[in-house]
């Protein structure tokens, strides 16, 4: 008895000092990302890039991020699927990419926070001749890393890679995904065969991971010259084997760039997280309503806070009990809570889309979300409380935010 | 001489100007559009595809007649023949 007793106060204290080196580690990694994050913090104003299917939307305000000013529509018609902002390397350039139906994708550049916008003849972005692909979509656009300020990758459907080494000027498809032989194999998920997620390994310039619904999670550990499956543990509820190696259908994977090596991922159906870049994925649908899904966001400071907004099933493509509720793990993935304060909480039948939830990289983080219904929230307070920041826009499926420095 | 009318949307890629005129012969519709991409590059890409297929919401006649109830882009091309590219009904 004595010694089960002292072995439990062992656990305890144990538990207790672990407790308060993953809080002191939290604390040093908030600390430094925020400093790394905003440097000229004091003089920045806040932007929120928001695509819709009928456009883009830009909305600023200053550091306190109270009132947002709306700018747009940019591209109107168009469906703006991907946008970044991006200040490496002394720019401050915008990238959007607009869909027409009719005339297919064009990725935009612009210098002044979509003042102007390019409009190339040429498709700067497009599959080799004789590849028998034709690009439907640009899906994401991920910045390089930081000591690669000229370096931008895209992942399109049909699924492929591509990277351009002169800041967004030309493009060229991973070769490696693009002929991989697993590729035949890939089947298109409700949107479409995308390749949606980019993480880059922020100091080993060799690896890099990305997700495609389906397909799954590949990564490559050569600069991009090979892929791997990295599957383990993530079902395919549509497949007879639910644990194939590859054919997953991925919905985001997210991580910290103080941790990178620890991966979080929302899936058709499973919440995961992996620590070991994606070798094993650990189940951490933890008092979820949920586990289905599409949006997943990392706290910009925190590597253990993670933000998901869980939807009802997959083939009813809304919010739980008609209630809008981000929710938010703290202790990476061990537990859960529903952040709601400001939401609807009835009659809100919502979807969040993969890439429509956000944060920015102010101290405390804004946290924002747009809905398949139009409407755009925000918290200042890192979840805790929302306010609406647009309502009847067109649906929205992609809010990414920047900051710029103030006139 | 074949005439090929474009909507205002593409004008921007050949310089305002809604006809542009192919000289000599092109055999089908497919050759048509082709020269088309040598006079206009831009408003080529915007028709076709990278896979070489005209995009699915885009509309070619040939002299009224729309190529996909005709041969498509292997639809032999009369002389004085005008083609006419239009978007499709769907949109937003």
Redesign the interface.
Known sequence: MATATHSRNRRKARGTSAKKAATTRAKTARKASAKAASPRRAAAEALLLVGTMKGAFIFRADKSRRKWKMEGPHFRGEAVYALLHDTRGGRSRTFASATSMHWGPTLRISDDVGATWSSPERQSVKFPEGSGRALAQIWQITPGRATEPDVFYCGVEPSALFESRDAGESWRPNEGLLNHEHQPKWQPGGGGLCLHTIVLDPKNTRRMLVAMSTGGVYRSDDGGKTWRPRNVGVRAEFNPNKYPEFGQCVHKVVQHPSRPGRLFLQNHWGLYRSDDWGDNWLDIANGVPSDFGFAMQMHPHDPDTVYIVPIEADIFRATPEAKLRVYRTRDAGSSWQPLSRGLPQSDAYENVLRDALSADSFDPAGIYFGTRSGKLYGSRDEGATWTEIADGLPPIVCVKTGTVSAA | MIRVELPN??C??TNDKPTLVLEGSCRTVGEALSALGRKS??AF???M???G?V?R??NIFLNGENIRFLGGLGTSVPNDATIMVL??V???
Do not use: M, Q
């Open positions: 949307v593409l921007s890629y590059p831009g890409e915007r028709i595809d990278e896979s297929d995009r919401h885009v978007a499709a769907s949109g937003g």
